[in-house]
Nanobody, 126 residues
Framework: QVHLVESGGGLVQAGGSLRLSCAAS????????VAWFRQAPGKEREFVAT????????YYADSKKDRFTISRDNGKNTVYLQMNSLKTEDTAVYYC???????????????????WGQGTQVTVSS
């Protein structure tokens, strides 16, 4: 059973950058697909990006692919989300989630992930 802990959130000015980390323990991390979701105040949780177990495949929500980069280091059991050119509308709680890798990268819905972290707050000020 994999356990996920996010970190790296904080307060940043618009146009700035942050790198979020999702550290995993308790499972064979390299066998899991990992995704980032986010939830802004008063809104539903939305998909941001996902990465395959090996790290060779990635998939982004259309509106995120130009500014966000997902990556992973299986040696460190960690997935990252590099966020650049941040906008005030990026303010949200960011969550990482994991599911067993089954050969498909196309999982973008919350219900498709069985393991979740507690979230990390990202606040972008104008």
């Amino acid at each position: 059973q994999v356990h996920l802990v996010e970190s790296g959130g904080g307060l940043v000015q618009a146009g700035g950058s942050l790198r979020l980390s999702c550290a995993a323990s308790g499972g064979t991390f390299s066998t899991y697909t990992v995704a980032w979701f986010r939830q802004a105040p008063g809104k539903e949780r939305e998909f941001v990006a996902t990465i395959s177990s090996s790290g060779y495949q990635t998939y982004y929500a259309d509106s995120k692919k130009d500014r966000f980069t997902i990556s992973r280091d299986n040696g460190k059991n960690t997935v990252y989300l590099q966020m650049n050119s941040l906008k005030t509308e990026d303010t949200a709680v960011y969550y990482c989630a994991a599911r067993r890798w089954d050969g498909s990268i196309w999982y973008t819905r919350e219900v498709e992930y069985g393991h979740w972290g507690q979230g990390t707050q990202v606040t972008v000020s104008s």
